[in-house]
């Protein structure tokens, strides 16, 4: 069995394969400070209660945006799972060619949803990721990643709400009932999510008049995705397992 590792900037996500099936995920946050021994203990509990015992884990990939983590989390897999994990980054064979001005700044997750994109949905694909940030990545038909757009994500926006103005309430983020909004949460909730999905659609038509490529399919993924993706017809899929299945794709690439 192959454990699975995306460090993102709120949550870690856990996922164990066994062959191409995906058996379980479990997920931490990432903004507790853990020593090695409290990921260890952390990750081999979550593994028994999903009936897993760790002797079964084999290999572990993992991609991480969080390097402050990394030490902890790298000597926790080897001493606890005994496996030495292939980490995401410069090096890594992935199948993806990266043809941005400077490949070394890409985030490891943005490679890993590429990677899986276009193995699972060809090319060209744009692949929009409602993470922390929200992020847009266009891989061609050959397989060349060559456009990487950021934006600040929904948590951002609603955490800069809540945080930057005096009356402004802490809320949860989900879609109101409607957009015409009478009271200050669903006013919240309304332009969190509905300027979230006019920036989406916006992205996707500038990147398809820009790009000059019209076959161009549209995935999103994310913890927030499929919020957005039930709210327009600019995107195709919303793949919920992305990133996970790219760690797969890209362990079996590096570890043969």
């Known amino acids: 069995m192959i454990l699975c590792i995306d460090v993102g900037n709120t949550n870690t996500n856990f996922g164990v394969y066994e062959d191409e099936k995906l058996l379980v995920m479990f997920k931490l946050t990432s903004k507790l400070d853990r020593t090695s021994d409290e990921f260890g203990l952390s990750i081999s509990e979550l593994l028994r209660l999903n009936n897993i015992e760790k002797g079964q884990i084999t290999g572990v990939c993992i991609a991480s945006v969080v390097p402050n983590v990394m030490h902890s989390l790298i000597t926790a897999i080897e001493r606890y799972l005994n496996c030495r994990p292939i980490i995401v980054g410069p090096g890594t064979k992935t199948g993806i060619s990266i043809k941005t001005d400077n490949p070394r700044e890409l985030g490891a997750d943005r ?4 990677v899986a ?4 949905y060809g090319g060209p694909v744009l692949v929009l990721d409602f993470g922390t940030a929200t992020t847009y990545d266009l891989i061609t038909e050959d397989g ?3 456009v990487g757009i950021t934006a600040p994500g929904i948590r951002i926006s609603a955490k800069a709400l809540w945080e930057d103005t005096a009356k402004l309430p802490e809320i949860e983020i989900k879609k109101p009932a409607s957009i015409l909004a009478t009271e200050t949460v669903s006013s919240m909730q309304a332009g969190l999510v509905y300027g979230q999905i006019g920036q ?3 992205i996707i038509e500038k990147v398809k008049e820009e ?4 076959n161009i399919k549209v995935i999103a993924t994310g913890g927030l995705g499929r919020i957005i993706s039930e709210e327009t017809k600019k995107i195709d899929v919303y793949d919920q397992f992305l ?3 790219g760690l797969r794709l890209i362990y079996e690439k590096n570890h043969r």
């Not at 994109?117 to 699972?120: F, H, L």
């Not at 790009?211 to 019209?214: F, I, P, R, V, Y």
């Open 200 to 202: 989406a659609e916006y």
């Open 243 to 245: 990133t996970l299945e």
């Open 111 to 114: 490679i890993v949803d590429a």
């Open 117 to 120: 994109a276009y193995k699972k």
């Open 144 to 146: 060349s990643f060559i």
């Open 211 to 214: 790009s000059k490529l019209d």
